[in-house]
């Protein structure tokens, strides 16, 4: 049994098509960039660095570092040069992470020294009140002691006073018994003259006025 024509010249473009799609899908995938997983953790690793406030605020030197590197990886990426893509790649990673981690001591130092300074600030308010306490006591205590002095001025006052008051009553007692002494004395010598069985050498009128002076005196 003879094939028809019709059917062998329906094959023969068929065939043709399914070439030229073979041929296109191979020419895309030679024009595909190739992937680069180091590239890819650098860029993650940089972003992270940038989106550090510490980095930001305590290494911004590395991470310029970190980003100049990544740049070169993503030339050498562009040139197809896998050695230097996996080479600057690594540095930008590497740099990156010791941004990260000088940005987190420092911050951690930063934050001690905040604790100590506040520390000091604390310590100072306490031995300022501490001195204020002092010398509202020394205070206190001078004015006690002087309180203190103005009594015993005010006592030793009043001790001289009563001193003085006694030596005056003193001494007005002591005229008093001089007074006495002496009436007495006087006293004694009128009765003496007046003894009978001595003779008088006064006259008459003198003894009279004798006896008359004795009769006056206090007994």
């Known amino acids: 049994m003879k094939m028809k024509p019709t059917t062998r010249r329906s094959t023969v473009p068929a065939l043709s098509s399914l070439g030229f799609a073979i041929s296109a899908i191979m020419a895309g995938?030679?024009?595909?960039?190739?992937?680069?997983?180091?590239?890819?953790?650098?860029?993650?690793?940089?972003s992270e660095a940038q989106s550090s406030p510490d980095v930001m605020r305590y290494d911004e030197l590395d991470l310029?570092?970190?980003?100049?590197?990544?740049?070169?990886?993503?030339?050498?990426?562009?040139?197809?040069?896998?050695?230097?893509?996996?080479?600057?790649?690594?540095?930008?990673?590497?740099?990156?992470?010791?941004?990260?981690?000088?940005?987190?001591?420092?911050?951690?130092?930063?934050?001690?020294?905040?604790?100590?300074?506040?520390?000091?600030?604390?310590?100072?308010?306490?031995?300022t009140r501490e001195a204020q306490s002092a010398t509202v006591r020394a205070q206190v205590a001078e004015a006690s002691a002087k309180d203190a002095q103005a009594e015993a001025q005010a006592a030793q006052a009043q001790a001289q006073q009563a001193l003085t008051q006694a030596q005056d009553a003193e001494a007005?007692?002591?005229?008093?018994?001089?007074?006495?002494?002496?009436?007495?004395?006087?006293?004694?010598?009128?009765?003496?003259?007046?003894?009978?069985?001595?003779?008088?050498?006064?006259?008459?009128?003198?003894?009279?006025?004798?006896?008359?002076?004795?009769?006056?005196?206090?007994?």
């Open 172 to 219: 007005e007692g002591h005229g008093e018994d001089c007074a006495g002494v002496v009436s007495l004395s006087e006293y004694r010598v009128l009765v003496f003259v007046a003894k009978p069985g001595h003779q008088n050498p006064l006259n008459t009128e003198d003894a009279e006025d004798t006896r008359e002076v004795r009769s006056a005196l206090p007994l």
């Open 64 to 127: 310029k570092k970190a980003s100049q590197l990544l740049q070169s990886a993503d030339a050498a990426a562009q040139a197809r040069k896998p050695a230097e893509v996996d080479y600057y790649a690594y540095m930008a990673s590497q740099t990156a992470r010791l941004a990260l981690a000088i940005g987190a001591e420092k911050a951690s130092d930063a934050h001690v020294a905040q604790g100590e300074v506040e520390r000091q600030r604390i310590e100072l308010a306490a031995r």
């Open 29 to 46: 995938c030679a024009t595909a960039p190739p992937s680069y997983p180091a590239l890819d953790a650098a860029h993650a690793q940089v």
